[in-house]
């Protein structure tokens, strides 16, 4: 069971910035993919960014601002969040995916807040 512990949500205004962090319980070369999602009161929770040992992708409504990145010695994802809007508030969850031949694993962090004031 891999766990995952987040940090570095908060409040800022707009405008500003903020970092998150992921940290895994083991190794992060046995993990296929890592990702952030939020999800804000009443909506579903959506796909921020991931990263894969090669590719990242983002969601277009933070493509520019946004920059997932990973550190493999400390086991660690990263959100760089810039010029935040007030539509970034929610709840940031870190996910790690594991797929063998025959099952995919999903792991979920605690999340963690962040609200952008106007």
């Known amino acids: 069971q891999v766990q995952l512990v987040e940090s570095g949500g908060g409040l800022v205004q707009a405008g500003g910035s903020l970092k998150l962090s992921c940290v895994l319980s083991?190794?992060?070369?046995?993990?296929?993919?890592m990702g952030w999602y939020r999800q804000a009161p009443g909506n579903q929770r959506e796909l921020v960014a991931s990263?894969?040992?090669?590719?990242?992708n983002y969601a277009d409504s933070v493509k520019g601002r946004f920059t997932i990145s990973r550190d493999n010695a400390k086991n660690t994802v990263y959100l760089q969040m810039n010029s935040l809007k007030p539509e970034d508030t929610a709840t940031y969850y870190c996910?790690?995916?594991?797929?063998?031949?025959?099952?995919?694993?999903?792991?979920w962090g605690q999340g963690t807040q962040v609200t952008v004031s106007s």
């Open positions: 083991e190794s992060i070369l046995s993990i296929n993919g």
């Open positions: 996910n790690a995916q594991r797929r063998t031949t025959w099952s995919t694993f999903d792991y």
């Open positions: 990263i894969t040992s090669g590719t990242s």
